[in-house]
């Protein structure tokens, strides 16, 4: 038995980058453009990242053995983890988005939900990495463990959606170009 994680795993990779690109921006100032530019362009290498682990996992779910899926989730979770962890570290370096206090909060929750995100990609590779490949149905019912908690992981990442998308810090994220970056090379199938 095969558990599909590509399609919760490219919604998980991808999400983040998509709800940004889905708000359009008003015209917030020059200083706060300014600032969601350093933001958007520092989060470029962090993006192939994410979208790198996402290919990884969907082609090894496409038809390798238990020990190949569990090396390459276990690489592309950790690869998704640390992406997660730079991206928070860009938010804490670029200080507060110049929008007062508003701009300090989201800041704030900018750098604790992506740390969040990047402690629950380290727990998933923990996860695989307990999982038994010589018993093919141990190890089909402890994927199916770590499908279900990255759909929790899935559901924490559509969470944050809404809290990176508020706002005009949101905004001005959106309206730049290194954030509207979109992972397409996932693709949702049945296995």
Known sequence: MKVNTKFLAALSGAALLLALAGCSSDDSGKKLDSWAKGVCDQAAGPAKQIDAANTAISKVNSGGSPQEVKNADSAAFQQLSTAYKDLAAIFQKAGAAPNGDEGQTFQQNAVTTLNHLSAQYESLKKQVDGLNT??????????????????????????????????????????????????????????
């Open 134 to 191: 010589s018993d093919q149905t141990k190890f089909a019912d402890g994927l199916k463990g770590v499908s279900d908690s990255l759909t929790k992981t899935t559901a924490d990442v559509q969470s944050s959606i809404t809290t990176l998308s508020q706002g005009d810090a949101g905004k001005a994220l959106a309206q730049q170009p290194g954030c509207q970056r979109v992972s397409g090379t996932a693709s949702p199938t049945a296995s």
